[in-house]
């Protein structure tokens, strides 16, 4: 069955350093791959996409790449702040625009001062 | 910037009972999605919708649960006999099309569901 693994562990990470997230997937071929950022009591809210042809992707301070051979997706903020301290799932997707989302747990990241 | 609205933020119902939880998806918007998140698990999708019909559903979406679109606004989850284990958070989730690119999904805060 398809299969979804996330940091299970809470990343702790200092102000100013880089955190960085792993997603990796199994018995799927996404089409592409979704990062969304979830703040305690509300909705996951959209980041960056990725499509199976790039291998990587950049929007302001954070960064996805997409290994299809290793079925694994990276998720990178740089100068991490405070307000950086949220959970942040991935969802890799198959296929045409309908598609349901299929979320991974998450990963808890705390960026201290 | 447009949002996805949900009412109530929080709902308390006594099991057996019918809950109606609304949605009010960006205006423009085609697809239409309702997800569930258990307290400290991860959010699960439940259905989506499309051109007037359910387009896909899960396991979960049973049938307890329906949805509608009654008007060209507001989208609908309603759950006939509530039972302790429905307790969660529900996301209602729109997207739209440009094109053949595929576009991101916009989620509401979610209603609180509370089964007593």
């Known amino acids: 069955s398809q299969k979804i693994e996330q940091n299970s562990e809470a990343l702790n990470i200092q102000e100013g350093k880089t955190a960085t997230l792993t997603c990796n997937y199994t018995?799927?071929?996404?089409?592409?791959l979704q990062w969304y950022r979830q703040d305690p009591g509300r909705g996951p809210v959209f980041l960056l996409l990725i499509r199976e042809n790039e291998k990587e992707k950049r929007k302001e301070r954070l960064k996805v790449t997409f290994d299809t051979t290793l079925k694994q997706s990276l998720f990178h903020i740089t100068a991490s702040q405070p307000a950086d301290s949220a959970t942040y799932l991935c969802a890799p997707t198959q296929g045409n625009s309908g598609y349901a989302l299929n979320f991974g747990k998450g990963t808890s990241l705390l960026v201290t001062p | 910037e447009p949002e996805v609205t949900q009412t109530p933020s929080h709902q308390v119902t006594q099991m057996g009972q019918e809950v109606i939880l609304r949605c009010v998806p960006i205006s423009n918007h085609l697809y239409f999605y309702w997800y569930r998140q258990i307290l400290g698990q991860k959010v699960e999708f439940l259905v989506s919708?499309?051109?007037?019909?359910?387009?896909?559903k899960s396991e979960i979406f049973d049938d307890q649960f329906s949805v509608e679109r009654p008007d060209g606004s507001n989208f609908t989850l309603k759950i006939r006999s509530t039972k302790l284990e429905d307790s969660a958070m529900y996301f209602c989730a729109s997207k739209g099309i440009t094109g053949n690119s595929n576009q991101p999904q916009h989620f509401g805060d979610g209603t609180r569901l509370s089964i007593l």
């Open positions: 018995n799927y071929s996404p089409a592409y």
């Open positions: 919708f499309y051109n007037n019909e359910i387009s896909e």
